[in-house]
Nanobody, 124 residues
């Protein structure tokens, strides 16, 4: 079993930046592909960014392309989501997810492990 804990959320003005962290406890992150998802009030949980195990192949959703970047540090068992040029529409609870497969997925159903989420609020 993998336990994931997100951190780094908070309140930021439009145009600002935040870096979210997802720390995995009691397991090495090396064999897991990871994803970031977000859920705005009244809406479903949607894909934001993902990164595959070992080779680091990554991708981001169109809505955040050019602004967000995902990375991983397996030695620290941590995945990051760098968020730049934040917009009010980025406001959501952000979740970290993991799956023991070779590639990340855009579908929430493909992930076995989830963190508790961290709130990101972007003011106008």
């Amino acid at each position: 079993q993998v336990q994931l804990v997100e951190s780094g959320g908070g309140l930021v003005q439009a145009g600002g930046s935040l870096r979210l962290s997802c720390a995995a406890s009691e397991r090495s992150l090396r064999l897991y592909s990871m994803g970031w998802f977000r859920q705005a009030p009244g809406k479903g949980r949607v894909f934001v960014a993902g990164i595959s195990r070992s080779n680091g192949i990554h991708g981001v959703a169109d809505a955040v392309k050019g602004r967000f970047a995902v990375s991983r540090d397996d030695a620290k068992s941590t995945v990051y989501l760098q968020m730049n040029s934040l917009k009010p529409e980025d406001t959501a609870v952000y979740y970290c997810a993991g799956r023991p497969g070779e590639s990340f997925h855009v579908d929430t159903r493909q992930y076995d492990y989830w963190g508790q989420g961290t709130q990101v609020t972007v003011s106008s």
